[in-house]
């Protein structure tokens, strides 16, 4: 491209920024409009409405502070052993997500030093009054999170933007390369990049990104969830002359192919039992309601019903509970894979030992799918007829159970190792707040 060229394509990108941060200020009179309408769908939490708006609902602490966002429950899970990890140096780690769930999360799991706020709205005053509140030292972005108005702050300001765990789909690429001169410089001025995979670091350098270096994907090393013995204990007492299957984070459309895949399962081994845990547990009842319109005896879990010899489906629609789920089944499809979502993650299934079956819709992590079909042999399915055969096959003898979790669990363990990773890449960043927390804690107990 000649200069002449470039400086016409970076002036039509600048005019673009400018448009949408324009747009912003336009849309500053529906704000309340959208808020409110997203609360009535159990999207946002009434009492913290404010934190969209980028007005803090706890004061920060004093000395360095380290911001790390991400998107939905899945991402708060693999992020927190790194937020551990951080908040161990002293160092205040403050997380943001969008949605309720991942809130819920963050206030079971946060470890003492971490706090968590929901993110504001990508509107310049709002992102303004966050950073003005929070003042972070840097700020780490989760995967595929990309804001411009919050990226162009941050640049404004001086502070360092990393992205962690980046990922960028092939169809995700398309998108973003057509964008090209809108987005490079935001691209150009990121710190670090440290993408999921080769192919991710690949795209996500094509796109401008700075400092792009492939370490592997975090997800890999999450520890299995926990579950509450004694509801676990409950579960299984009230399930032990039933064969469990459990669908786990499934979305709207999936359910319905679980549903027909049951009943042809269940008419050869009438033993068997289908849990759901929807990925939005707000949608359990319409879950409920749904299956029970087309005949299937529906159990639902935050209603308190139990499971009973004629009970079809069990709608687990609670939070937190997935781990009790992975543990009582011996065999989980993982959602998002037969609807064009991308697919969610199937290690917290490998690593509690259940056999694994997803759908072809796997574009949020390929790599992660790929090495599991490697190792399983074990193809995708794609409905109700391909789901059920794989579960009588399955079904027919615990052995070959057993030995389909086997093999899930040796293909995803050796790619572990991104966490330590991520932790060397980050360090010239994070030590040098590590030593200024330490020296103001010294200097408070003197």
Do not use: C
Request: charged share 20%.
């Amino acid at each position: 491209m000649s200069g002449s060229a470039a400086a016409m394509a970076e002036a039509g990108g600048a005019l673009v920024r400018g448009l949408y941060r324009a747009a912003g200020y336009a849309a500053l009179p529906l704000v309340p409009f959208l808020l409110a309408w997203r609360t009535r769908k159990g999207k946002e939490e009434r009492g913290r409405r404010d934190e969209r708006y980028g007005r803090p609902s706890i004061n920060r602490p004093a000395g360095p502070l380290v911001w790390i966002h991400v998107a939905s429950v899945g991402e708060t899970n693999a992020v927190m052993p790194l937020i551990g990890r951080i908040a161990g140096e002293g160092i205040t780690v403050l997380l943001t997500t969008v949605t309720v769930t991942s809130a819920a999360v963050a206030a079971r799991r946060l470890p003492k030093g971490a706090f968590h706020q929901y993110v504001p709205l990508d509107i310049e005053p709002f992102v303004d009054r966050f950073l003005d509140a929070w003042r972070p030292d840097i700020a780490l972005f989760f995967e595929s999170e990309l804001w411009p108005t919050i990226m162009m702050r941050l640049a404004a300001r001086g502070i360092p933007e990393i992205r962690i765990n980046a990922r960028m789909t092939e169809r995700s690429f398309a998108r973003w390369e057509k964008l090209g001169s809108i987005m490079r410089p935001l691209f150009s001025q990121i710190a670090l990049t440290l993408a999921q995979s080769d192919g991710d670091a690949k795209r996500l350098a094509a796109l401008g990104f700075g400092g792009v270096r492939s370490v592997g994907n975090l997800k890999f090393d999450v520890p299995a969830p926990g579950a509450d013995q004694a509801a676990l204990a409950s579960f299984r007492q009230a399930t032990a002359d039933r064969e469990v299957f459990v669908a786990a984070s499934t979305h709207e459309g999936e359910e319905a192919i679980v549903a027909g895949a049951h009943r042809r399962v269940r008419a050869a081994r009438p033993q068997f039992l289908t849990v759901i845990v929807p990925r939005h547990p707000v949608r359990g009842p319409a879950i409920r309601d749904a299956l029970a319109a087309e005949g299937l005896a529906v159990a639902l879990r935050s209603a308190g019903d139990g499971v009973g010899a004629a009970t079809d489906i069990y709608v687990a629609d609670t939070l937190g509970e997935l781990g009790l789920f992975y543990r009582a089944a011996p065999v989980a499809f993982v959602g998002g894979t037969l609807v064009p979502v991308g697919g969610h993650n199937p290690i917290e299934a490998a690593l509690l030992g259940a056999a694994i079956l997803h759908g072809p819709a796997v574009a949020n992590a390929t790599e992660i799918y790929a090495a599991l079909d490697r190792g399983t042999g074990m193809p995708p399915v794609t409905g109700a007829d391909d789901l059920a055969a794989s579960l009588l096959a399955l079904y027919a003898d615990p052995a070959v159970i057993e030995a389909a979790a086997a093999r899930a669990s040796a293909a995803l363990a050796p790619h572990a190792g991104a966490l330590d990773a991520t932790l060397s890449a980050l360090a010239p960043w994070l030590e040098p707040l590590g030593m200024a927390a330490r020296a103001r804690d010294a200097a408070s107990a003197s």
